[in-house]
């Protein structure tokens, strides 16, 4: 979900708005007194009272907060923090270890490197103050949309402080509760006159709530992602459509397909949907073969391709297809990489079927097929390694060669160099 990329985004007006922030007893009378305006019949009919409401609200929401802003440091904060922790401890979160700092009305969480990573509001000056600000900001519209500047830069406000609250629940592990606080980032601005569709908040508020299993819930804004035609990262909206609507399983997964071939979330979903659904996976090539003829200059679908044969236990019509990638564009690793895993998995199994065989005749056959796909995955993943420019592919398949090497490391001087070549690959980076 990019966590961290947008809290840093949001940092900078937090710290630009530090100066303004109102102590909790102040923002109680501001929002006190923008109240009793509100209900004033003659001061109601101004735009200008909803939206000093509105400002009194997000007061209350960022008092407690005060003069610290995330991602600072100990050593920022200490220069304008007063108030000290009553408590302190090492917890355990979604993403790692922290240190939490207890606080009369917040929670701070400090991660290894000594940033504070989440705030957690304890007791807030005003439940709810944020959808209080949006319901009277869309007032102060109502009432006079030349206002509309104003109200704009207000929500669109709001909807970064509930997209932070969100990533700091989803982090604290409260994912229901940052599922509805992603939905509120999105409506925050899908009102006049922002009027916007918040794609990610909308897709985030979908994909925590299938994260608890809440399929109905997390079916509502998946589809809104659909309706809007924003598919997310590889096409995931397809793959969770898929699982949480089955009345249309088939049809989201086939879409998918044709638009994110290589897509592995959906190509696992349509394998199982006609292995256990119609036991045909004969569709799976249709579609694939009208890839092809769309984008015959395409190699990564021959390797789609291979990786459902391997799937399926063809494994001969996987290394051809893998192979076919080389022809298509030499440069392109991942037919080498598809190549050398099946064999490596292939040997892998060989070993777990030999460890448990008691026959010995039967053994020394698996061994022996063991050695033969353990040694097939050398060459592939070597070509792999020589033409990728990626340094995390090649650490990758240097963990991949080292193991298969060292298997033969006696057999010749030829497998113990290259054992100790992809050993201190591994060990000591390129």
Same mark, same amino acid.
């Given at each position: 979900?990019?966590? @961290?990329?947008?809290?840093?985004?949001?940092?900078?007006?937090?710290?630009?708005?530090?100066?303004?922030?109102?102590?909790?007893?102040?923002?109680?009378?501001?929002?006190?007194?923008?109240?009793?305006?509100?209900?004033?019949?003659?001061?109601?009919?101004?735009?200008?009272?909803?939206?000093?409401?509105?400002?009194?609200?997000?007061?209350? %929401?960022?008092?407690?907060?005060?003069?610290?802003?995330?991602?600072?440091?100990?050593?920022?904060?200490? $220069?304008?923090?007063?108030?000290?922790?009553?408590?302190?401890?090492?917890?355990?979160?979604?993403?790692?270890?922290?240190?939490?700092?207890?606080?009369?009305?917040?929670?701070?969480?400090?991660?290894?490197?000594?940033?504070?990573?989440?705030?957690?509001?304890?007791?807030?000056?005003?439940?709810?103050?944020?959808?209080?600000?949006?319901?009277?900001?869309?007032?102060?519209?109502? @009432?006079?949309?030349?206002?509309?500047?104003?109200?704009?830069?207000? $929500?669109?406000? @709001?909807?970064?402080?509930?997209?932070?609250?969100?990533?700091?629940? %989803?982090?604290?592990?409260?994912?229901?509760?940052?599922?509805?606080?992603?939905?509120?980032?999105?409506?925050?601005?899908?009102?006049?006159?922002?009027?916007?569709?918040?794609?990610?908040?909308?897709?985030?508020?979908?994909?925590?709530?299938?994260?608890?299993?809440?399929?109905?819930?997390?079916?509502?804004?998946?589809?809104?992602?659909?309706?809007?035609?924003?598919?997310?990262?590889?096409?995931?909206?397809?793959?969770?459509?898929?699982?949480?609507?089955?009345?249309?399983?088939?049809?989201?997964?086939?879409?998918?397909?044709?638009?994110?071939?290589?897509?592995?979330?959906?190509?696992?979903?349509?394998?199982?949907?006609?292995?256990?659904?119609?036991?045909?996976?004969?569709?799976?090539?249709?579609?694939?073969? =009208?890839?092809?003829?769309?984008?015959?200059?395409?190699?990564?679908?021959?390797?789609?391709?291979?990786?459902?044969?391997?799937?399926?236990?063809?494994?001969?019509?996987?290394?051809?297809?893998?192979?076919?990638?080389?022809? @298509?564009?030499?440069?392109?690793?991942?037919? /080498?990489?598809?190549?050398?895993?099946? %064999? %490596?998995?292939?040997?892998?199994?060989?070993?777990?079927?030999?460890?448990?065989? =008691?026959?010995?005749?039967?053994?020394?056959?698996?061994?022996?097929?063991?050695?033969?796909?353990?040694?097939?995955?050398?060459?592939? /993943?070597?070509?792999?390694?020589?033409?990728?420019?990626?340094?995390?592919?090649?650490?990758?398949?240097?963990?991949?060669?080292?193991?298969?090497?060292?298997?033969?490391?006696?057999?010749?001087?030829?497998?113990?160099?290259?054992?100790?070549?992809?050993?201190?690959?591994?060990?000591?980076?390129?």
């Amino acid at each position: 979900m990019k966590r @961290i990329f947008i809290a840093l985004a949001l940092m900078v007006a937090t710290v630009a708005a530090s100066a303004q922030v109102k102590s909790p007893a102040e923002a109680k009378k501001m929002v006190d007194s923008a109240v009793a305006a509100s209900q004033n019949e003659k001061k109601a009919a101004k735009a200008n009272t909803w939206i000093n409401l509105g400002k009194a609200y997000v007061a209350a %929401y960022d008092a407690p907060i005060g003069d610290i802003w995330q991602w600072a440091s100990k050593q920022e904060l200490a $220069l304008t923090m007063k108030e000290q922790p009553s408590s302190m401890s090492n917890v355990q979160l979604s993403d790692g270890y922290y240190t939490k700092e207890v606080y009369a009305e917040k929670n701070l969480y400090f991660n290894q490197a000594g940033q504070l990573a989440v705030i957690e509001v304890t007791h807030p000056v005003v439940d709810g103050a944020l959808d209080k600000a949006v319901d009277a900001y869309v007032k102060a519209y109502s @009432i006079d949309p030349k206002k509309a500047k104003d109200v704009t830069t207000a $929500l669109t406000s @709001i909807a970064g402080k509930y997209t932070t609250d969100a990533y700091n629940q %989803y982090t604290l592990g409260n994912i229901a509760a940052a599922s509805v606080l992603f939905e509120k980032a999105a409506d925050a601005v899908a009102v006049p006159p922002v009027s916007r569709v918040d794609t990610n908040a909308i897709y985030n508020a979908g994909f925590t709530a299938l994260a608890v299993g809440n399929k109905a819930r997390a079916k509502v804004f998946l589809e809104r992602c659909y309706e809007v035609g924003y598919y997310a990262e590889g096409g995931e909206v397809f793959a969770k459509l898929a699982e949480v609507d089955t009345t249309k399983t088939r049809a989201y997964l086939e879409e998918g397909f044709t638009k994110f071939p290589q897509s592995q979330a959906i190509l696992i979903g349509l394998i199982n949907y006609y292995m256990t659904s119609e036991g045909n996976t004969d569709r799976l090539f249709e579609l694939l073969d =009208m890839a092809k003829v769309n984008e015959p200059n395409n190699p990564s679908l021959y390797y789609v391709e291979g990786n459902i044969r391997t799937q399926l236990g063809q494994y001969e019509k996987a290394v051809e297809a893998y192979r076919k990638c080389e022809e @298509i564009s030499p440069s392109y690793e991942f037919g /080498f990489i598809g190549e050398g895993i099946m %064999y %490596y998995n292939r040997a892998v199994e060989f070993q777990d079927k030999a460890n448990n065989e =008691m026959d010995d005749t039967k053994y020394m056959a698996l061994v022996k097929d063991f050695e033969m796909s353990l040694k097939n995955c050398i060459a592939p /993943f070597e070509k792999a390694f020589e033409i990728t420019q990626d340094n995390s592919i090649k650490t990758s398949i240097a963990e991949y060669l080292k193991n298969a090497c060292y298997r033969f490391r006696d057999e010749s001087p030829e497998y113990m160099e290259k054992y100790e070549k992809y050993d201190g690959i591994v060990k000591n980076g390129l």
